[in-house]
Each structure stands twice: as C-alpha cells, then as structure tokens.
C-alpha cells in the first residue's frame, strides 16, 4: 500500500459537488441487513485436554490401525459411535 501525504486545501474541491440525480438514487437506495448463512449449526472449536496415559493409548490404537488416522480424526469417529451408541440404546428402551 502506497504512503501519500496528507491532502493540501488546494487539492480540494471549491465549490459544492455536482448534483447527479442517478448517484443520489443509489445513495438512497440503501442497502439489505446482512443475514445468517442457511443451513445447520457451525462447527465449533475448542481445547480439549486429554490426561496423558490416555493420550498414549490413544496413540497405540491409532498405530495399530492400517490407515494413518489423525488424534482429531480419531477423537471425532469415537465421539461419533458414542452417539450412536446412546441413540440406539434410546431407540430400545
């Protein structure tokens, strides 16, 4: 971004700006209240701590797994299957 110097009067303007009759429609116009994006509830982010001997066997199951699984990846499937889990056991009582 260019550094430019503060304008000087004679820079200015002189007289009153000139009246154009379609820039004063579009002034007037205005415009729309911003709106919420349709469709479901954001993801949210947060910190989650996980006590270390936890973490380690975390770590070991992910190791063992044929596919390269990512913490994230594998803490978002387990919470996804305790979910799943708790609906049925729901759906069964």
């Known amino acids: 971004?260019?550094?430019?110097?503060?304008?000087?009067?004679?820079?200015l303007p002189k007289g009153p700006l000139p009246n154009h009759s379609a820039f004063e429609a579009y002034l007037r116009k205005g415009g729309s209240a911003a709106s919420?994006?349709?469709g479901g509830p954001k993801d949210v982010?947060?910190?989650l701590q996980i006590p270390g001997p936890l973490c380690q066997q975390l770590d070991q199951l992910r190791q063992q797994s044929p596919v390269k699984t990512s913490r994230h990846h594998w803490v978002l499937e387990a919470i996804a299957q305790r979910i799943q889990r708790e609906a049925v056991a729901e759906a069964l009582s």
Do not use: G, L, S, V
């Open 45 to 47: 982010r947060f910190t």
């Open 36 to 38: 919420a994006q349709p």
């Open 1 to 11: 971004m260019p550094i430019t110097r503060k304008p000087t009067d004679e820079n």
